[in-house]
């Protein structure tokens, strides 16, 4: 063995993913200080995320994409020369030359190329109007060109190529995938899978030809592509042709200069990734393996990317194969495959389930010895974090393989035995046997502490319900108590209670305290009854014992702010408001000093009013037509909407008037949390309908409704639900939505949440809400129809009760007198609450020409 | 204290303010389970009755969040000890003692305690020179 001398200037060729990878990793090393880095890369731009590319078409920008942080190579000392690709390598004197004709030497060389993406070398294929689908600029020609033309095809349906259909569907263009293999993603799934995404697909209007080759590329006079002439003699008409038909390791600088390559492409690399010159590494899709693969995912390229920069800080590392199992969401399409998909151990056996009506395809291959040796999931991917750490594990299986492959209810509940040594969070390589150590001899008791002392679950997150699952067994099997009550006063969960509440028909907290809890109550408990007797027609909010169970926004109808003044939030439907309605608003805002503030459910949030000032406010709101926004409860916020066909060039339907009508229709429904809405006039989605709990899309013929949607702190794109409603079943089944959520939610779960735990997932929402599957439908409409029906707006109901008004004071023995505590400072024009230490003056001290309006009659004791 | 509710009707709220009792509102303007807020000659109390009747009356100032906010909180119980959420950062309070139950220290590093007042239910005839005397 040579003895390892540490390099001084290091030269990397390429700034890929990969390439970047290896920058961060190799100046993480001890041993890599000192070092001289120089990056040569081709394309004009750092390193980006080229798996994300595609989204780059709906509208994420180049710089959003860009995987190098602002100051991260000047940090570091690392110098980047783009567009300035090495065109040549000599290794005698080491040294690299540039396209810009620089010579640069080095110590240590490490090649980074990449992939390129294969052509069919066929008649035509460089044709005006072809593209590749690789980078950035790649997608700036394929959309200029896309702006003319009405059909566009794909030749190659894997991944990528329809990834590249979607893209061309989306921007509105006829659109064909081509495709050589007999299926779709020949690469991952197996014929049976194959076909359901193929099925699918074309359900998203793109037409598939299947063991189909491209013969040439015919052109139209000016040179352009105007057709495709098809193996089996068709011809396609097409204005635009991505190829996408594969990709090749880019190996040529390291042929031309003698370094050993693959037969069939890919620079020869050890364990090390060094190749057989000691100067010379090669990572990522460039590299050959030493299992005689060369990968084409991003985790393995990362993971040589690190064995590289330790190998040249001279730590040992190794890099001997990836587990190439994937699970994505293809053009909204679950798709997982995971080990052995196709089948390819000898004595192999596969189980399968298939339900092309719910358009879910399960199969695993199981061995000789009954070991889980891989599979495939289409439609359907939930079962994907238990079914490939089982693969990992290597065991025969403790539980029938058809028990993992059927849907849940058909399946018997018993818990899926994993075996210790399977890998749970492949993130961070936890297994099962850690897990089990850390709550039994580190004293962990929850998920959470478990995701603290192991890591498990914090990196890509797959893994955290299978984690909960095996924690909560193991604690049950430990003796320890899994408690799943709402809180101390209720053994039953939020949705328990509620089947109580509604099959007992009861109306007071009282009640059910006495019947099915103890004690005294909470700040969970009270609240989350007091939702549901108001979500089953339990009558104002504020009436009898009601009013102690109310959160303060909800007593007081407005929202706590955080120097205990509250803010108003009139409704303002759809976002439409009037003229006088906006002067009504700022003329309410002027006379009482309120701080204004435009909200991202287009309407108006009126801050820092007393408790003494939200009756005379709300008084002037109603008389001038305004309800009650329920800003402040656990219910439907604002359905946002844009302004649609009537005013817009590109809307198709009138999403301002069915936002109206949604809005007015489930205004004051109290849900396990808030709910949020949006309509959108067409598939430019402006009003981001896909983010909210209840988004519906216009379409030339109808509407497309999307479910569980969210932004926040963990945000999900809404799934669609269904597609081209009429107006009448739109509306019945959100009514079903809304009604089957708050009926079975847990307290303070978002759709979003909830949808995500839901057994049996999407299929099952659609089963229930639109086959009645669970026979529940008459009694959700009956729900509804009864919230519909008994709505009162809680604010004139409010003022039209003197008892309701009198709680409306700071203090019990001074009515009228504001809290001496809330003060305020003005800051760019309006007023903010003054911080600790600052002096600041009390809302009637600042507004001297406060109106108080009229005097409402308050009845006192 | 527990009020006998048979005679509640003309029953005062009265807060012993370290010198005399004063009368604060009547026992009528207390809904069960909730607070209301007094102001004693510049001090922010908040007065509770419990669903049994027994009142409660502690410092109106949530020390986690220095606004005065406590007798909006939702009264309960943790065990058998009769408690008062804040509804700004929800941290609960024993209504006996006034101890945060939840954390000891507040944010400006002192003890997480409400001052706690004696509070009773009265008889008396109302004393107008007391009520309301610090307007």
């Known amino acids: 063995m040579t003895t390892y001398r540490r390099p001084r200037d290091v030269i990397l060729v390429g700034h890929g993913m990969v390439g970047q990878r290896f920058l961060e990793a190799l100046v993480e090393q001890p041993g890599a200080t000192g070092l001289r880095i120089t990056v040569l890369a081709e394309e004009p731009r750092p390193a980006y995320d080229r798996v994300q590319l595609t989204s780059w078409f709906s509208g994420t920008s180049a710089e959003e994409l860009s995987l190098c942080p602002p100051g991260f190579l000047a940090e570091h000392g690392i110098e980047l020369r783009l567009g300035d690709p090495v065109t040549e390598i000599d290794r005698a004197a080491r040294t690299v030359t540039t396209r810009a004709g620089h010579t640069l030497g080095y110590d240590a060389l490490v090649l980074a190329t990449g992939s390129y993406p294969f052509v069919p070398p066929v008649p035509g294929h460089d044709a005006d109007g072809c593209h590749v689908y690789r980078t950035i600029e790649d997608l700036e020609a394929i959309r200029a060109d896309a702006d003319g033309a009405e059909v566009g095809a794909v030749v190659g349906g894997g991944l990528l190529g329809l990834e590249a259909a979607g893209a061309l569907r989306a921007m509105g263009l006829e659109t064909h995938v081509v495709e050589f293999a007999p299926r779709l993603m020949a690469l991952q799934v197996d014929e049976g899978g194959g076909a359901l995404l193929r099925r699918k697909i074309e359900e998203l209007g793109v037409a598939v030809h299947t063991g189909a080759g491209t013969q040439r590329v015919e052109t139209a006079a000016d040179g352009r592509v105007r057709a495709m002439t098809l193996s089996d003699g068709r011809e396609l008409r097409a204005d635009l042709v991505i190829f996408s038909a594969g990709v090749r390791p880019r190996d040529q600088l390291a042929r031309a200069c003698g370094l050993a390559v693959g037969e069939r492409g890919g620079i020869v690399v050890d364990e090390g990734c060094r190749t057989d010159d000691p100067a010379v590494w090669a990572i990522g899709e460039c590299a050959l393996a030493v299992d005689g693969r060369v990968y084409g995912l991003v985790a393995p390229g990362y993971a040589m990317a690190e064995t590289a920069a330790r190998a040249l800080a001279g730590e040992p590392g190794r890099f001997t194969g990836a587990d190439t199992s994937t699970k994505l969401k293809l053009l909204g399409v679950d798709v997982a495959s995971f080990g052995d998909a196709h089948g390819a151990t000898e004595g192999a056996l596969e189980v399968l389930y298939s339900d092309s009506r719910a358009g879910v395809y399960k199969k695993l291959v199981i061995g000789t010895d009954g070991a889980l040796l891989g599979g495939v999931l289409v439609g359907d991917t939930e079962a994907y974090g238990l079914l490939r750490p089982l693969t990992i594990g290597g065991k025969p299986l403790q539980t029938a393989p058809e028990q993992l492959v059927l849907p849940a209810g058909f399946a018997p509940g018993a818990p899926v035995g994993l075996p210790d040594d399977a890998v749970v969070c492949s993130c961070h390589n936890v297994s099962k046997a850690a897990i089990r150590a850390a709550l039994a001899e580190q004293g962990c008791g929850s998920v959470a502490e478990v995701k603290k002392c192991t890591k498990a679950g914090t990196g890509c997150g797959s893994c955290v319900k299978l984690l909960g699952t095996i924690v909560t067994e193991e604690l049950a099997a430990a003796g320890v108590n899994v408690d799943t009550g709402l809180c101390e006063h209720f053994a039953h969960t939020r949705s328990e209670l509620y089947e109580i509440v509604r099959v007992k028909g009861l109306t007071r907290f009282s009640d059910l305290l006495e019947q099915h809890g103890s004690g005294e109550g909470c700040d969970i408990c009270k609240p989350t009854v007091a939702s549901i007797i108001a979500g089953l027609g339990g009558g104002h909010i504020l009436d009898g014992e009601q009013a102690a169970l109310q959160d303060t926004n909800d007593h007081f109808l407005a929202n706590l702010q955080r120097n205990g003044s509250y803010s108003v939030v009139p409704r303002i439907p759809g976002g439409e408001i009037t003229p006088e309605g906006l002067i009504t608003i700022g003329e309410i805002a002027r006379d009482f000093g309120l701080y204004t503030k435009i909200t991202g459910g287009q309407r108006i949030d009126l801050f820092g009013a007393s408790v003494d000032q939200l009756p005379p406010i709300w008084q002037r709101l109603v008389a001038a037509g305004f309800e009650s926004g329920h800003a402040y409860g656990k219910s439907l916020r604002t359905v946002k909407s844009c302004v649609g066909e009537t005013w817009c060039r590109y809307g198709v339907q009138d999403s301002v008037g069915l936002a109206i009508e949604l809005e007015l229709r489930y205004r004051g429904l109290r849900s396990p949390h808030k709910l949020k809405s949006a309509v959108s006039g067409c598939a430019r989605e402006c009003a981001e309908a896909q983010s909210k709990d209840f988004g519906i899309i216009a379409t030339s013929t109808g509407w497309n409704l999307h479910v569980g949607g969210n932004g926040g702190m963990t945000p999900r794109h809404a799934d669609l639900l269904a597609t081209d409603l009429d107006r009448e079943t739109l509306i019945r089944t959100i009514d079903r939505f809304l009604m089957f959520y708050i009926r079975t939610a847990d307290r303070l779960e978002r759709t979003a949440a909830w949808l995500e735990r839901l057994d049996g997932g999407l299929d099952h929402l659609r089963a229930v809400l639109l086959d009645d599957s669970l026979g529940i439908c008459a009694d959700l409409d009956a729900l509804m129809a009864q919230h519909v029906g008994g709505y009162q707006d809680e604010w004139a109901a409010t003022l039209a009760d003197p008892d309701r008004l009198r709680r409306f004071a700071s203090f019990v023995n001074a009515p009228g007198t504001p809290d001496p505590a809330v003060t305020f400072v003005p800051e760019r024009g309006q007023i903010r609450p003054a911080r600790p230490g600052e002096h600041g003056l009390t809302l009637t001290d600042l507004t001297p020409a406060l109106i108080a309006g009229p005097r409402l009659e308050v009845r006192t004791a | ?135």
């Open chain 2, 1 to 135: 204290m527990t009020v006998d509710v048979q005679d509640v009707n003309d029953l005062k709220v009265e807060i012993h303010d370290g010198s005399r009792w004063q009368h604060v509102c009547a026992y009528d303007d207390l809904i069960p389970g909730r607070g209301v807020a007094v102001l004693l000659d510049g001090d922010q109390v908040a007065v509770f009755r419990d669903r049994a009747g027994t009142l409660y009356a502690v410092d109106n100032r949530d020390p986690f969040s220095g606004t005065y906010v406590l007798s909006r909180g939702i009264v309960g119980s943790r065990g058998d000890t009769p408690t008062v959420a804040s509804p700004m950062y929800k941290q609960v309070f024993d209504l006996r003692d006034g101890r945060c139950l939840d954390e000891e220290t507040a944010p400006d590093g002192g003890r997480a305690v409400l001052r706690v007042w004696p509070v009773r239910g009265s008889h008396r005839p109302r004393d107008t020179d007391q009520a309301g005397s610090h307007r």
